[in-house]
């Protein structure tokens, strides 16, 4: 241990707090003109806020430091699969950052706005090209918020033909936000099996649980198993006949895109998250977009606002046109622009070819790190598999080593862990998604370190597997005594 | 292609090593009748050049707030932003990480969000704030959603000063898991009767402070009465810099306080994304929607921090979880508490004043247009003035001066035709003396 | 033998006179490891048998606790609020959860006793 607590590049912060001096501040701003009478009523605050007091340096050290204890996909490999770790192309931030769109106010007059509302129409036919659906919502501000807006489309078509059903049916594979968003909306949730065929929802199982009391089926495809639903079409056929409507998870639309238009599925409604598919940053937790689109009998129930095209020009308007039935409005403004704008300039970059491509190479990836590691560890399912690779810890068994310990030992090696105990349907699951920008070598030397740890596993190292990490700014944290008694924000002592 | 690192070569290596004979073949579970058999009709993929300027022409053809004299606010609000407020932001390491799933390499962005919680909590006057929602609207109607379970009843009532998307997207979300939605009638002069609707089935009260027509609220009385009823105050701040110089929601009783912080945390980019945010009392935390980040220490004893409580969300909780919330805001999130930061308490609470100070005096100035009078008694940066006239056709007359004149009513509340010479009017810092003159000379021209 | 009867689910329920205590096995706390939260009824709160009345909650899971036989809760375990690490401890114990004052003890008939349950619970894998 060093004098000071940091190593090397690996540098203490303390919290803002900690680091106060009353008065100062980051920011000049003038004095406040003359004192006139203020126009708050008496409801002026009394009392200090409790914020701290910093100067600019300390500030951008503060925050430079905060950001060398993080990993991004900038530092390397990011497998986690089911989130699509793609590269962020900084032509994005760029164009993002243009004044005609950074600097406008979402209620400016039309006429002052044709090129953000330009943008705005683009996308959209971008998004219906590539999924073959009539009409697209781009309201939603991430993926769950895209299956809420799916779900109340399908109500609201319900409840105009007068056919109140109660139920949602949700494969047990399903990501956690398809039953919390079926809740949300009011519905029952029924889990169906996902084993039928090998990781698969099985066609069988699912026709014995449609009836007339369900409103919708959600699924995944590719599903959380890395595996299409082969099945698909006739799912949806079978989901059509019972009445109810078939709501796709578009969460792993990166596999199919310019492979599949999810038209031809029998689709019914789709979220698109941009910020896995169309490469806009995650931002450590967000902002997303999740547009979706409708199919024919769905489009009707969008939610406002609409886009129109009129004589002078384009146009948000609140009331749609002929015939339809927006079932309300899902978001504060017009959705994620400043998203917009990345993910088009995304497209535009790939084009039909290069995105084809993408999901051409996300797939060939997948499969690589499949048959590299499959003599190693445990593939849950045979190949191929599509852009993400799931294996299951029978490879662990007896060594004392868990998924949770492989995970933590990838950490020391440099390297982002995959997604661990997810999917629910096997058992220590490993969900790898190396996603299309990962070069050859990239993946040899994660194949090439995850084939050493799976050895040391079990050559019978256990001890040093439940001590990792080690080298990372902090070793595994006590997540039970932040859980037992929760510290949620600093408090001043003393 | 760019951001393709894959070579021919190491296409074929790869099939080889799969031991397939073509890509193609790794696609064979997806049915035949399913495929495209031709591509798509899509433009080719370009330079960055080449994309650059198709989309800076695009961006040419709108008028940036910048480049006019700009009044508008209706819940977005212009504000200078420090320049490391985007060039920290911008980091790869926040940029590019994804939610912290894995805490030991994740400090960063934890600690950051522990900082914003803190942040959002002081300046609300409450005791916990979670690590951001969407937008302002999603946190209000998340926050409604909340207060039903809390008080298992399902009534929800609407102040008319609450912002029109707030109360659309609250009907639209609380609807579904039948809570019963009353929403006031658009109240510009501020004579809505909230304290004699509030009674035993009332699951909350959703008020705005300030308010969506400029009015400042003191909810003391009305949350004495919520609480005797047993239902929840829920208040929404659409202009968080309002907290720098208002006495904070939590002082006067709120349970839940609700905010955009896109005004403080980026450019407005037409709306969005935004950050929401979401504060409450530390009693009802395992009703909170959103992640939650906590303190704790690692296994050499050294503090850190991860996300915790996390038996309250979708991926643990599924259909029981109390949103189905999961990709959020962290990114504004970041740039809202990085502003903050460099504000501090003495920045902060003086851009207040100078907001207000300069809407104070631009008020006084245009009460003396004739035909123009100014709404409410009390407000902050932003006053609903009436106008002699439509105010939508005011403001294209102003758009055509080549000043952003403000918000007409109208565009929201169409069926309200008693609200069309309404105009909203909000004044930050960023406006100048020269653009005030600009406005009321430009509003006596068009008003004569 | 031990006066403990269990479900599949995994509760317990120790039964004296009209009144029976609830608990979950020793089973269940393994299987969901370290308790940071159990969220209990309110006393006076009627349930039929196999209605939800508790959650038990660890880092990464929560369980619900539903009631081993139907009646009215007189009285929770307060202590688990500030301890809910008794649950891992001693769940047959300091873990108890709250008491039922029973509606029916004829619905114990169909509950399991300990070996019974212990030969379930290694029937689980």
Redo the contacts between chains.
């Keep these: 241990m060093t004098t000071t607590?940091n190593r090397a590049l690996m540098l203490e912060?303390p919290?803002?707090?900690e680091q106060?001096a009353?008065?100062?501040?980051?920011?000049d701003?003038?004095e406040?003109?003359d004192?006139?009478?203020?126009?708050?009523?008496?409801?002026?605050?009394?009392g200090?806020?409790?914020?701290?007091?910093?100067s600019?340096p300390q500030?951008?050290r503060?925050?430079?430091r905060?950001?060398?204890?993080?990993?991004?996909?900038?530092?390397g490999i990011?497998p986690?699969g089911s989130?699509t770790?793609?590269?962020?192309?900084r032509?994005n931030?760029?164009?993002?950052?243009?004044?005609?769109?950074?600097?406008?106010?979402?209620?400016?007059?039309a006429?002052?706005?044709?090129?953000?509302l330009?943008?705005m129409d683009e996308l959209a036919n971008?998004l219906k090209?590539?999924t073959g659906m009539p009409a697209v919502a781009l309201s939603p501000?991430?993926?769950?918020?895209g299956?809420?807006c799916g779900l109340?489309a399908i109500?609201a078509a319900l409840e105009h033909r007068g056919d109140a059903r109660r139920t949602v049916l949700v494969p047990e594979s399903a990501?956690?936000?398809n039953?919390?968003?079926?809740?949300?909306?009011?519905y029952a949730?029924q889990s169906i099996p996902a084993n039928g065929d090998g990781g698969r929802v099985s066609v069988a199982a699912l026709r014995e649980r449609l009836g007339g009391d369900v409103a919708a089926v959600m699924l995944t495809n590719p599903n959380t198993c890395g595996?299409?639903e082969?099945d698909?079409?006739e799912i949806a056929q079978a989901v059509h006949e019972a009445g109810a409507f078939f709501y796709l998870d578009g969460a792993n639309f990166n596999a199919l895109v310019?492979?599949?238009?999810v038209a031809?599925?029998g689709v019914d409604a789709m979220h698109i998250?941009l910020?896995k598919t169309f490469?806009t940053?995650?931002?450590?937790?967000?902002?997303?977009?999740g547009p979706v689109v409708f199919s024919d009998t769905l489009a009707p129930f969008a939610?406002?606002p609409f886009l129109v095209h009129g004589p002078e020009g384009l146009r948000l308007a609140?009331t749609g046109p002929a015939g339809a039935m927006p079932?309300?409005?899902?978001?504060?403004?017009?959705?994620?622009?400043?998203?917009f704008?990345r993910a088009?300039?995304y497209m535009?970059?790939?084009?039909?070819?290069?995105?084809?491509?993408?999901s051409?190479?996300a797939?060939?990836?997948a499969?690589?790190l499949?048959?590299?590691l499959k003599d190693d560890l445990t593939p849950a399912f045979p190949?191929?598999c599509?852009h993400e690779v799931l294996f299951d810890d029978r490879f662990l068994k007896d060594t004392g080593v868990t998924t949770l310990d492989l995970?933590?030992a990838m950490?020391d090696e440099g390297l982002?862990?995959m997604t661990m105990?997810?999917p629910l349907v096997v058992h220590g699951a490993l969900l790898m998604e190396p996603t299309?920008?990962?070069?050859?070598a990239?993946l040899d030397q994660f194949v090439a370190t995850v084939k050493a740890l799976a050895a040391r596993a079990r050559a019978g190292e256990a001890a040093s597997f439940h001590?990792s990490?080690t080298l990372?700014?902090?070793?595994?944290?006590?997540?039970?005594?932040?859980?037992?008694t929760?510290?949620?924000?600093?408090r001043e002592t003393g | 292609m760019r951001y393709l690192p894959l070579t021919a070569d190491d296409r074929a290596a790869m099939l080889d090593a799969i031991g397939a004979p073509s890509v193609e073949a790794l696609f064979a579970d997806i049915p035949a009748a399913a495929r495209l058999t031709a591509p798509l009709d899509l433009p080719p993929h370009q330079g960055e050049m080449a994309v650059e300027r198709h989309l800076t022409a695009l961006a040419m053809k709108n008028l940036s707030a910048g480049c006019a004299p700009c009044f508008l606010g209706a819940g977005a609000y212009r504000h200078h932003l420090p320049a490391a407020v985007d060039h920290l932001i911008q980091r790869g390491e926040f940029l590019t990480s994804y939610t912290p799933y894995q805490p030991e390499i994740s400090q960063g962005t934890l600690q950051s969000l522990f900082e914003f919680q803190t942040q959002v909590a002081l300046i609300t006057g409450m005791e916990v704030a979670n690590a951001s929602m969407y937008d302002g609207a999603t946190a209000c109607a998340e926050a409604a959603a909340m207060a039903c379970r809390v008080t298992r009843r399902r009534r929800v009532l609407l102040s008319g000063g609450l912002h029109p998307h707030y109360r659309a997207v609250t009907a639209t979300w609380v609807r579904h898991t039948g809570a019963e939605v009353e929403a006031l009638a658009p109240d510009p002069i501020n004579i809505e009767d909230l304290i004699g609707r509030v009674d035993d089935e009332t699951a909350c009260v959703v008020v705005q402070t300030p308010g969506f027509f400029g009015h400042l609220g003191d909810w003391s009385a009305l949350a004495g009465v919520c609480h005797a009823a047993g239902a929840l105050l829920v208040v929404a701040v659409t202009e968080p810099l309002s907290l720098g110089l208002l006495t904070a929601p939590g002082a006067m009783g709120a349970d839940i306080v609700v905010g955009e912080g896109l005004s403080l945390a980026g450019p407005l980019s037409f709306g969005g994304p935004g950050v929401g945010l979401f504060a409450t009392r530390d009693r009802f935390v395992r009703q909170m929607p959103g992640r939650l980040v906590g303190q704790t220490v690692d296994a050499d004893g050294r503090r850190g921090w991860v996300l915790t409580l996390a038996t309250r969300e979708q991926h643990i909780r599924r259909e029981k979880a109390t949103s189905n919330i999961c990709t959020n805001a962290g990114l504004v999130a970041l740039a809202f508490s990085i502003h903050m930061a460099l504000l501090g308490e003495a920045g902060f609470t003086r851009l207040a004043e100078l907001n207000h100070t300069a809407a104070v005096a631009l008020a006084a100035r245009l009460a003396q247009i004739r035909g123009v009078r100014v709404v409410p008694s009390t407000w902050f940066n932003e006053f609903a003035v009436t106008l002699p006239r439509p105010a939508a056709e005011v403001v294209d007359a102003l758009a055509a001066r080549g000043i952003l004149g403000g918000v007409p009513v109208s565009r929201f509340y169409p069926e309200y035709p008693e609200l069309e010479p309404v105009l909203l009017i909000a004044v930050t810092e960023t406006v100048s003396a020269d653009d005030m003159d600009s406005l009321v000379r430009a509003l006596t021209e068009v008003l004569a | 033998m031990s006066d403990l009867r269990f479900t599949s689910e995994h509760e317990w329920i120790r039964v004296e006179g009209d009144t029976g205590t609830v608990g979950i096995s020793a089973y269940a706390q393994g299987q969901l490891g370290d308790m940071v939260f159990v969220d209990l009824p309110k006393v006076g709160l009627r349930v039929e048998k196999g209605a939800e009345m508790a959650v038990a909650e660890s880092v990464k899971a929560a369980s619900e606790v539903y009631a081993p036989a139907g009646g009215e809760v007189i009285e929770v375990n307060a202590a688990l609020n500030t301890n809910p690490a008794a649950v891992n401890e001693d769940p047959y114990g300091r873990g108890w959860f709250l008491r039922l004052r029973l509606s029916d003890p004829g619905e114990l008939a169909t509950l399991m006793d300990q070996s019974t349950y212990e030969a379930y619970v290694k029937g689980l894998g």
């Design positions: 607590g912060e919290l803002l707090f106060d009353p008065g100062r501040s980051g920011v701003l003038p406040p003109e004192p006139v009478a203020d126009r708050l009523g008496g409801l002026r605050r009394k200090r806020i409790g914020l701290p007091g910093l600019e500030v951008v503060h925050y430079t905060l950001s060398q204890k993080n990993y991004g996909i900038d530092s990011y986690l989130c770790m793609k590269h962020n192309p032509l931030e760029k164009m993002a950052r243009l004044p005609g769109f950074a600097d406008i106010h979402p209620f400016q007059p006429a002052t706005v044709q090129g953000a330009a943008v971008w090209a590539l501000a991430a993926g769950a918020h299956e809420l109340m109500r990501h956690g936000t039953p919390a968003t079926a809740a949300l909306c009011g949730v595996l299409f082969s698909i079409v310019g492979r599949v238009r031809d599925l998250n910020h490469s940053p995650h931002g450590g937790g967000g902002p997303g977009a939610p406002l609140e079932f309300g409005r899902l978001k504060g403004f017009h959705g994620q622009f400043g998203v704008v088009l300039a535009l970059s790939m084009g039909g070819d290069g995105l084809l491509q993408a051409s190479d797939v060939l990836n499969n690589y499949l048959a590299r190949g191929p599509m995970a933590k950490i982002h862990p105990y997810f299309e920008t990962e070069s050859l990239s001590e990490p990372s700014p902090r070793r595994r944290l006590d997540e039970t005594a932040a859980a037992r929760p510290v949620l924000r600093w």
